[in-house]
């Protein structure tokens, strides 16, 4: 999930929310939206293998 912060940088979180915290966990924060959408798919890939 890639949300807009207010500095307009793109924060990519994770999908589930955290069971310690109940918020969603920071998986980096990226400059540009395709940069974050990147590094997205890298996590993705990176889970299944």
Sequence with gaps: MI?????GEYRL???KTD???GKR???GTFR???AAEKH???VQYFKRH
């Design 3 to 7: 949300r807009k912060l207010a500095s």
């Design 13 to 15: 979180y994770s999908r």
């Design 19 to 21: 069971p310690r915290t």
């Design 25 to 27: 966990r920071n998986l």
């Design 32 to 34: 540009t939206r395709s």
């Design 40 to 42: 997205e798919r890298e």
